[in-house]
T-cell receptor, first 114, second 114 residues
Framework: NAGVTQTPKFRILKIGQSMTLQCAQD?????MYWYRQDPGMGLKLIYY???????DKGEVPNGYNVSRSTTEDFPLRLELAAPSQTSVYFC?????????????FGDGTRLSIL | KNQVEQSPQSLIILEGKNCTLQ??????????LRWYKQDTGRGPVSLTI?????NTKSNGRYTATLDADTKQSSLHITASQLSDSASYIC?????????????FGKGTHLIIQP
């Protein structure tokens, strides 16, 4: 019962470096999401995907890129890391967006940009 | 602008006591309301999902209520246990909003003391 798996769990980057946050789900869910959670704030949607090959911007997409080549994987790419991107990043998946379908979250990647 | 406000921001109660967390929203048109539990260092986990036609829903010692007329929801925890210490997040979905139609509250941080 792996669910949604995120790697790495922790990472420290220097300003200007790049990295990819990995996310994989084994539930055959169509929808996948990337959120960031800042202290004292609600989760903010960065990007989402409704299926392999289809991605779209959320509320806060600047500085990030995504791809969805398979149903299972939805990596998030940070180019030219900035201190404002210090946050906890959560990947989630759901079968659809209907009222009966909860999102399933991974345990997050804690990212610090110094 | 769609908003979700949760109160209190934080709460400390003794083990065995009951408590109620509040969620007020301005999301329109309304589709459904979700409560998630987020343990420290983990991703959110779904507790309940309610549509506008449901005014009460239970999950073990957790009971959620919804008043779609006043746009208020509450989460009642009965006979609290140390494992209930967590953040509780209220999430409201807009009708027809799709994958980017969720508005997250900032959460209530609950601490159960022995």
């Amino acid at each position: 019962n792996a669910g949604v798996t995120q790697t790495p769990k922790f990472r420290i980057l220097k300003i200007g470096q790049s990295m990819t946050l990995q996310c994989a789900q084994d539930m055959n869910h169509n929808y996948m999401y990337w959120y960031r959670q800042d202290p004292g704030m609600g989760l903010k949607l960065i990007y989402y995907s409704v299926g392999a090959g289809i991605t779209d911007k959320g509320e806060v997409p600047n500085g990030y890129n995504v791809s969805r080549s398979t149903t299972e994987d939805f990596p998030l790419r940070l180019e030219l890391a900035a201190p404002s991107q210090t946050s906890v990043y959560f990947c989630a998946s759901s079968l659809n967006t209907g009222a009966g379908e909860p999102q399933h979250f991974g345990d997050g990647t804690r990212l610090s940009i110094l | 602008k769609n908003q979700v406000e949760q109160s209190p921001q934080s709460l400390i109660i003794l083990e065995g006591k009951n408590c109620t967390l509040q969620c007020n929203y301005t999301v329109s048109p309304f589709s459904n309301l979700r409560w998630y539990k987020q343990d420290t260092g983990r991703g959110p986990v779904s507790l309940t999902i309610m549509t506008f036609s449901e005014n009460t829903k239970s999950n073990g010692r957790y009971t959620a209520t919804l008043d779609a007329d006043t746009k208020q929801s509450s989460l009642h925890i009965t006979a609290s246990q140390l494992s209930d210490s967590a953040s509780y997040i209220c999430v409201v979905s807009v009708s027809g909003g799709g994958a980017d139609g969720l508005t997250f509250g900032k959460g209530t941080h609950l601490i159960i003391q022995p």
